[in-house]
């Protein structure tokens, strides 16, 4: 490995503050950070309004000024708390972990699919702090393989993968080897959980999604078709207080019906259909800064 560039040694060195700092502190410190943070970044600011006017539900001119202004300020607050807190988990006992963490819904669901020993994949949006429920299924016998979009340099996405690695989840990186080790935990009998609400290697298929058309990554569908893996949506939330919850839908319905790219479509509608539900229990917790819709005016 070669020398480390400026922005591994500052995020290693952020982490090992973040991670070393009394949690009250980080956690006010982030959230203070990235509140400010957003307030000046008006290009990811402004899709970041887009794309809560959606999860809102709300026509244009409906929420006044103010109130979709606070909105951003909270999504930006839930980000930085998701930061600060990711780089505290590995440092955390697991004893503290588990009395903070609870499935609040549908975890009967996870372990009924698990039992069937197909494997089970998991589409999550990118709410709340899913590394968190990630630790926790893992203590409760339930290791989770996810897939993360890598990060440059490589040996920042290495540092992260050592990182999550010593808390007992494996990160993939979504690059031309994820399929195998999709696969391959899925043999095996495995949870895989994967992002699915941006469509970040471009190449997904049309769904609607809160009202409007944009594509969404074909892959869970495809492959608990070809795999028979079980396949349902969950999303983990940041609270009651510095708590964190989970809630788990029922497994979708995966049988080939018609041609293999019917059926994908119409499971990755439902996948869609269900992160919008989950979206909308808490879009303040939805850290989407990208453009996934065409600009209100």
Partial sequence: MGALTPKVILFKSLGGVLEALPERLDGWLATGIARNVGRATLTSRSHLRNNLLRALNAPTGSLSEELLERFCDRAYESYGQYWAEGAKLPALTTESV????????????????????????????HVGSWEWGARYLGHIGLPVTAVAEALEPPELFEWFQEKRHAMGLTIKPLDASAGTAIMGTLKAGGVVALLCDRDIQNNGIEVEFFGEIVTMPAGPATIALRTGAALLTAAC???????????????????????????????????ARQLEWLIQRAPEQWHVLQPRFAEKM
């Fill in 237 to 271: 939330y940041a609270g009651p207080g510095r708590g964190h919850h989970a809630v788990m839908n029922k497994p979708l319905e995966v049988e080939r019906t018609g041609r293999l790219r019917d059926d994908v479509h119409r499971i990755t509608q439902e996948i």
């Fill in 98 to 125: 588990t009395s903070r963490f609870r499935v609040s819904e549908g975890l009967e669901y996870l372990r009924g699919a698990k039992d069937l020993g197909r494997g089970v994949i998991v589409a999550l949006p």
